[in-house]
């Protein structure tokens, strides 16, 4: 494959492209339907793809440029999605068994809002049922394997979104975050992901998880491609309730200000045992580069850590249970062809479309929400959510951004952490608080591993402040440019 082939540019080197009038919307999109043909058998980052419907998209972009009507800069890009969003008349399994044959009958908001944007909407990318996990092994239809090495997961549970960026299979792609599910499948697969603030892109047409946690975010190999595509996909939706009623800034044109240096804090609990070597050594360059451009760095504290993996998975899990009641054999689902009554349509239905991590957290889930333990745990975390919540409070009193890597180790093999739901759960130590304090964070490569595996740090900003947090991200990006490196595939 030629060095100049679409495939190998970024979205923003491929919007500047089609404005210049040297490559087609079909030309960009012909050579991505060639590259996963070429390479998704070994990766499997999508669970479908609608060639025909992807290269009509591209036809109508190029025929609207040649009637110099143009949309937006993203006209003519493709933008693949993780199966838990929705696109009308597309499948959305959601990775699991249970919505085998479901279809959308609407686009979600941030769909609506990139088709008016002119970008072509293609694929269905791979996942964590549910988006349950942190490696794609719990996927119904076989896991994603990561680009820089087959044996080794992508992460997850956004693992088909974050590898098929990597292998260069679709410049741009949208994920989910409930836990670290953009930010920790970015880092394992060497690309750029981002959560924004809780509030800041709509969940309409997003199959919940857990709804006061998710939030939908970008996949790109450079943190300008990913302010490019968060601009369209933000914004107040009167469809989702807790989205917020604020003016979406231009983040593109505001990465080009130059930006001031900053402060960096870095929390004492996050740099303790367990992180790898080779982790913690490339975060230690991440830092000597943000000093070496004038930025200072601080030590800073966020005593409640240690609460954030245990009081994540007692409101994760309730929020799951009510959210997947509604997979019942009865709509969306299919049915069990065993089901004899009514209580078997529920229970058998469930109980052969559901996988074992999702009955997991059911079971979880329904039990910290029992009237006898509903104080016990439910309410605890709620409370212990809080205090989360003012432990980084205090820190942005101090500090503009909190620098820390974004997993503690680089991708792991298949198998190692899946027969241990514990192990698997630790993976997401360093971005489940965020999540949990409703505030946006970004995963930017930031080296590779001895073994020739992608590193990632992760930047957390303060509510509301993408701006300022991709203009730092950037700061390091735009010098170091690791998401452009390909894997050999
Ligand atoms: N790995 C975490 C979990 O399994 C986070 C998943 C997510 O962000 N969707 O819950």
Same mark, same amino acid.
Request: aromatic letters at 8%; glycine letters at 6%.
């Given at each position: 494959?030629?060095?100049?082939?679409?495939?190998?540019?970024?979205? @923003? %080197?491929?919007?500047?492209?089609?404005?210049g009038g040297t490559v087609t919307s079909v030309d960009?999109?012909?050579?991505?339907?060639?590259?996963i043909?070429? /390479?998704?058998?070994?990766?499997?980052?999508?669970?479908?793809?609608?060639?025909?419907?992807?290269?009509?998209? !591209?036809?109508? +972009? $190029?025929d609207r440029r040649a009637k110099g009507e143009s949309l937006s800069p993203l006209d003519g890009v493709p933008v693949g999605m993780k199966d838990v969003i929705a696109v009308k008349d597309q499948p959305l399994t959601a990775a699991s068994k249970i919505l085998e044959n479901y279809r959308? #009958?609407? $686009?979600?908001?941030?769909?609506?809002?990139?088709?008016? !944007?002119?970008? /072509?909407?293609a694929g269905r990318l791979n996942l964590d049922e549910f988006a349950m996990g942190s490696s794609t092994e719990n996927s119904a239809y076989g896991p994603t394997r990561n680009p820089w090495n087959l044996e080794c997961v992508p992460g997850g549970s956004s693992g088909g979104s974050s590898a098929a960026v990597a292998a260069r299979e679709v410049p741009l792609t949208l994920g989910s975050d409930t836990g670290g599910s953009i930010r920790q499948p970015a880092s394992l697969c060497g690309v750029v992901g981002m959560k924004p603030t809780y509030g800041m892109v709509s969940r309409y047409?997003?199959? !919940?998880?857990?709804s006061s946690l998710d939030q939908i975010g970008p996949f790109s190999t450079t943190v300008e491609d990913a302010a490019l595509l968060l601009e369209i996909?933000?914004?107040?939706? &009167?469809? $989702?309730?807790?989205?917020?009623? @604020?003016? /979406?800034?231009?983040?593109?044109?505001?990465?080009?200000?130059?930006?001031? #240096?900053?402060?960096?804090?870095? #929390?004492?609990?996050?740099?303790? #045992?367990?992180? $790898?070597?080779?982790?913690?050594?490339?975060?230690?360059? /991440?830092?000597?580069?943000?000093? +070496?451009?004038?930025?200072? @760095?601080? %030590?800073?504290?966020?005593?409640t850590t240690d609460l954030s993996i245990p009081v994540y998975y007692v409101i994760a899990t309730a929020e799951a249970s009510s959210n997947l009641a509604r997979y019942d054999g009865i709509r969306y689902t299919s049915r069990s062809e065993r089901a004899e009554n009514a209580i078997d349509v529920y229970a058998k239905s469930r109980g052969e479309g559901f996988g074992a991590e999702v009955k997991r957290r059911c079971i979880l889930g329904a039990y910290a929400l029992s009237s006898g333990y509903y104080d016990a745990y439910y309410l605890r975390a709620q409370k212990a959510r809080t205090l989360i919540r003012q432990d980084f409070?205090?820190?942005?009193?101090?500090?503009?951004?909190?620098?820390?890597?974004?997993?503690?180790?680089?991708?792991?093999?298949?198998? %190692?952490?899946?027969?241990?739901?514990? &192990?698997?759960? *630790?993976?997401?130590?360093?971005?489940?608080? @965020?999540?949990?304090?409703?505030?946006?964070?970004?995963?930017?490569?930031?080296? *590779?591993?001895?073994?020739? *595996?992608?590193?990632?740090?992760? *930047?957390?900003?303060?509510?509301?402040? %993408? &701006?300022?947090?991709?203009?730092? !991200?950037?700061?390091?990006?735009?010098?170091?440019l690791h998401g452009r490196q390909v894997p050999n595939l």
């Open positions: 494959m030629s060095n100049n082939s679409p495939i190998f540019k970024t979205a @923003t %080197e491929l919007s500047q492209d089609l404005q960009i999109t012909q050579a991505m339907i060639d590259r043909d070429a /390479v998704d058998e070994q990766v499997h980052a999508f669970l479908h793809i609608d060639k025909e419907d992807a290269l009509d998209q !591209a036809k109508a +972009s $190029d959308s #009958p609407y $686009d979600a908001t941030v769909v609506r809002k990139l088709k008016d !944007a002119g970008a /072509v909407v047409g997003l199959a !919940a998880f857990a996909i933000s914004g107040h939706d &009167s469809l $989702d309730s807790t989205s917020y009623p @604020t003016e /979406v800034p231009n983040y593109s044109a505001e990465l080009k200000n130059s930006s001031e #240096p900053k402060v960096l804090g870095l #929390p004492k609990e996050f740099f303790g #045992p367990g992180m $790898d070597d080779e982790v913690r050594a490339s975060i230690d360059q /991440v830092i000597e580069y943000y000093r +070496s451009i004038g930025y200072q @760095t601080k %030590e800073v504290s966020l005593p409070e205090k820190v942005f009193a101090e500090v503009d951004a909190i620098l820390t890597p974004t997993s503690p180790t680089p991708a792991f093999k298949f198998g %190692e952490k899946s027969e241990d739901p514990i &192990s698997m759960y *630790l993976s997401d130590v360093y971005t489940i608080s @965020t999540n949990l304090a409703g505030l946006p964070g970004i995963s930017v490569p930031c080296g *590779l591993s001895s073994s020739g *595996l992608p590193i990632g740090m992760q *930047l957390i900003g303060k509510a509301f402040d %993408e &701006s300022n947090l991709l203009q730092i !991200a950037n700061a390091y990006d735009r010098e170091h």
